[in-house]
């Protein structure tokens, strides 16, 4: 597609259950991050891919955040066991060289 | 420190009216910087690159100074279209290439 795709728009599930998160970046694109926003906050990077792999991973906060990517392309963001705090709009974005270009976001409520 | 500093605001001007924001950045190893705009419960979306020379895209102008560490964004002519949150955003190099700071925005509102 012409821009970053993530689904689903929404999600709202109950604490304590498992969910993932899917990101599409922009064909050719070999960058991908990840980021989270809490309402009224900045945005908070939790992971970066050059490719395949995950040379920065510092900025997942804790062990039930984990992310892929394959074949370079669709990443996704998956959260273990969600707790209330986790809720936020989770953003990806992609680039090819110097800017990045976001998703619409994957808005996380957990209940 | 925090590695992306800017005024929060909010800054509520007139239609017409020049507005500057400012931003500091912690690491001088920082190599690209960019002005993002987020409007309200959307995504960001790059508004400008920012350049040592400093440039211009019509009424906005970005300026960089590397001593100082220090970015700065101007809006000439405002438009209530302009009403947004900006985001400073800097790029280290280095084994973090790639990876953006964000600023948490600075909040501006255009009235008529």
């Known amino acids: 597609g012409a821009g970053v795709s993530q689904s689903p728009s929404n999600k709202v599930t109950e604490k304590g259950k498992d969910v993932e998160l899917r990101c599409d970046p922009i064909?050719?694109?070999?960058?991908l991050y990840w980021y989270r926003q809490s309402l009224g906050q900045g945005l908070e990077f939790l992971i970066y891919?050059?490719?395949?792999?995950?040379?920065?991973k510092s900025g997942l906060p804790s062990d039930r955040f984990s992310a892929e990517r394959t074949g370079g392309s669709v990443s996704t963001l998956t959260i273990q066991r969600t707790q209330q705090e986790d809720s936020a709009v989770y953003l990806c974005?992609?680039?090819?060289?110097?800017?990045?270009?976001f998703g619409d976001g994957t808005r996380l409520s957990i209940l | 420190r925090k590695e992306v500093e800017q005024d929060p605001g909010p800054f509520n001007v007139p239609e017409g009216a020049t507005v500057a924001f400012n931003c500091t950045y912690s690491?001088?190893?920082?190599?690209?910087f960019f002005w993002y705009r987020q409007d309200c419960r959307k995504e960001p979306k790059l508004l400008m690159s920012?350049?040592?020379s400093g440039n211009e895209d019509g009424r906005f102008t970005a300026q960089l100074n590397r001593a100082s560490q220090y970015i700065s964004l101007l809006i000439r002519d405002s438009k209530l279209s302009d009403s947004a949150t900006y985001l400073c955003?800097?790029?280290?190099?280095?084994?973090?290439?790639?990876?953006?700071?964000f600023g948490r925005g600075t909040q501006l509102t255009v009235w008529p």
């Open positions: 064909s050719g694109h070999t960058a």
């Open positions: 920012v350049y040592s």
């Open positions: 690491n001088s190893a920082s190599q690209s």
């Open positions: 974005a992609s680039s090819s060289h110097g800017a990045q270009h």
């Open positions: 955003v800097v790029e280290r190099g280095g084994s973090t290439l790639g990876r953006l700071y």
């Open positions: 891919f050059q490719g395949n792999s995950a040379p920065d």
